[in-house]
């Protein structure tokens, strides 16, 4: 479910997108979008626990970011 503006059917600017399987959240998403993809913000999957903030690129982690895990942080560039 996304809450945010669209443009053309895309998101774009400042966002939220949950997904759920089952009833239950299996990602959450917020931050800024653009182009249908978040770019800059904070993806968490809560079944194991993993938190990531700072620059995404098509889903995945690129560029200055913080993942934590389990109570442990990395932080760093990230490259994909």
Do not use: C
């Not at 053309?8 to 997904?19: D, E, M, P």
């Not at 399987?21 to 800059?40: F, I, K, R, T």
């Amino acid at each position: 479910i996304y809450e945010g503006p669209l443009r053309r059917g895309k998101a774009v600017g400042r966002g939220r997108l949950a997904h759920f399987v089952d009833g239950e959240p299996v990602m959450l998403e917020a931050g800024e979008y653009d182009n249908d993809y978040l770019v800059s913000g904070r993806i968490e999957v809560p079944g194991p626990g993993l938190v990531y903030e700072g620059a995404v690129q098509r889903g995945r982690p690129h560029g200055q970011g913080r993942l934590t895990f389990r109570g442990r942080s990395f932080e760093g560039t990230w490259q994909q």
